[in-house]
């Protein structure tokens, strides 16, 4: 048997949500969950945080704070990343903006 797979590489979030094929609406959700993600990662190096005072502050399991820190979304709402966030003292603020949807 044969594998074939080819490599992609994707530089932005938008890249990677189209490269593993994820609808329009799940890709903003996705890119939503990335930027959070990031800003967590950041706050955790940043501040030598240890996955398990993560946990215990946000009011998370150690493993699920460890897969996410991972990079591992599956199954992980906003809703948690933001909690997460809010837990280690930072405040998410929402913008949105209308689309130029000319091409």
């Not at 946990?55 to 996410?68: D, K, L, M, P, W």
């Given at each position: 048997?044969?594998?074939?797979?080819?490599?992609?590489?994707?530089?932005?979030?938008?890249?990677?949500?189209?490269?593993?094929?994820l609808?329009?609406?799940?890709?903003?959700?996705?890119?939503?969950?990335?930027a959070?993600?990031?800003?967590l990662?950041?706050?955790?190096?940043?501040?030598?945080?240890?996955?398990?005072?993560?946990?215990?502050?946000g009011?998370?399991?150690?493993?699920?704070?460890?897969?996410?820190l991972?990079g591992?979304?599956?199954?992980?709402?906003?809703?948690?990343l933001?909690?997460?966030?809010?837990?280690l003292?930072?405040?998410?603020?929402?913008?949105?903006?209308?689309?130029?949807?000319?091409?």
């Amino acid at each position: 048997m044969i594998n074939r797979t080819r490599k992609i590489t994707a530089r932005r979030p938008e890249d990677i949500a189209k490269a593993i094929g994820l609808t329009g609406a799940d890709s903003k959700e996705w890119q939503v969950q990335y930027a959070l993600l990031k800003h967590l990662q950041h706050v955790v190096r940043d501040e030598g945080l240890t996955h398990a005072e993560v946990a215990r502050r946000g009011g998370s399991s150690r493993t699920r704070v460890t897969a996410i820190l991972n990079g591992n979304l599956d199954k992980v709402s906003s809703d948690l990343l933001i909690r997460l966030l809010g837990a280690l003292g930072y405040r998410v603020k929402v913008s949105v903006t209308r689309v130029n949807t000319a091409a």
